[in-house]
């Protein structure tokens, strides 16, 4: 029986990375599967949880800016809070507002509540 090492050597691959380190040069960051598996998110709202999640990367939280995050997906601030409020009505993040001129605080929940069945 052949080695599985010897077997994954001779696999094609089907991502080639360009950089010689790219996960220390840019990181990465990982989505739940679950935000893809009949969440109800649109995709911008997945885009956005999705940045949350590589400011919060240490914490349970994260706070940045709303010009901040429009700035970095190239969407209007507009959008921006279109999006967080999806993502607060459907259970996704909940937010504590600081006040005027400060950034909101906002806590991504892995655990969303299950959507009770329907009775007939």
Same mark, same amino acid.
């Given at each position: 029986?052949e080695?599985?090492?010897?077997?994954?050597? &001779?696999?094609a691959?089907?991502?080639? $990375?360009?950089?010689v380190?790219?996960? &220390?040069?840019h +990181?990465?960051?990982?989505?739940?599967?679950f935000?893809?598996?009949?969440s109800?998110?649109?995709? +911008?709202?997945?885009v956005?949880?999705?940045k *949350?999640?590589?400011y919060?990367?240490?914490?349970?939280?994260? *706070?940045?800016g709303q010009e901040?995050l429009?700035t970095e997906?190239? $969407?209007?601030?507009s959008r921006i809070?279109? *999006?967080?409020?999806?993502?607060?009505?459907k +259970?996704?993040i909940?937010?504590t507002r600081? +006040?005027?001129?400060? &950034?909101n605080i906002y806590?991504?929940h892995?655990?969303?509540?299950?959507?009770s069945?329907?009775t007939?």
């Amino acid at each position: 029986m052949e080695h599985i090492a010897r077997q994954i050597e &001779t696999r094609a691959r089907n991502i080639e $990375m360009d950089r010689v380190d790219p996960i &220390t040069q840019h +990181g990465f960051t990982q989505l739940p599967n679950f935000l893809f598996k009949n969440s109800g998110l649109s995709m +911008g709202a997945i885009v956005v949880y999705a940045k *949350f999640l590589s400011y919060a990367w240490n914490n349970d939280y994260c *706070f940045p800016g709303q010009e901040r995050l429009a700035t970095e997906l190239d $969407m209007s601030r507009s959008r921006i809070t279109e *999006f967080i409020s999806e993502l607060e009505k459907k +259970g996704f993040i909940s937010i504590t507002r600081r +006040g005027q001129g400060m &950034t909101n605080i906002y806590r991504i929940h892995f655990q969303v509540k299950r959507r009770s069945p329907k009775t007939s």
